[in-house]
Nanobody, 126 residues
Framework: QVQLVESGGGLVQAGDSLRLSCAAS????????MGWFRQAPGKQREFVAAIGFSGRTLYAESVKGRFTISRDKAKNTVYLQLNSLKPEDTAIYYC????????????????????WGQGTQVTVSS
């Protein structure tokens, strides 16, 4: 059973940075794509970024150039660096593991991920 645990969220001001972490256990981490999604109050969960088993990355247009996803296979951890944060980035951020192995490119669709963390809150004040 895959377990994903996010950390690193918090309350920051616009323009600040945060680094989110997602530690995976009990999974085929190195062979699966990993994704970050977010859900703001009253809105649907949306794709933020994904990284494939080969290291290929994809980003939502709204975060391209500001957020960076990376992974450390030795630590079974995926990261999301959030720079130049905006109030509209306020949301609960979730990491997730692709249901398939060796996906290339990594999937964008929420339904392609079958293991989810509990989420970490990011709040950006103006």
């Amino acid at each position: 059973q895959v377990q994903l645990v996010e950390s690193g969220g918090g309350l920051v001001q616009a323009g600040d940075s945060l680094r989110l972490s997602c530690a995976a256990s009990g999974s085929t981490f190195s062979r699966n794509a990993m994704g970050w999604f977010r859900q703001a109050p009253g809105k649907q969960r949306e794709f933020v970024a994904a990284i494939g088993f080969s290291g290929r990355t994809l980003y939502a247009e709204s975060v391209k150039g500001r957020f960076t996803i990376s992974r450390d296979k030795a630590k079974n951890t995926v990261y999301l660096q959030l720079n130049s944060l905006k109030p509209e980035d306020t949301a609960i951020y979730y990491c997730a593991q692709d249901r398939s192995v060796y996906s290339n490119p990594p999937p964008l669709e929420l339904g392609e991920y079958d293991s989810w963390g509990q989420g970490t809150q990011v709040t950006v004040s103006s």
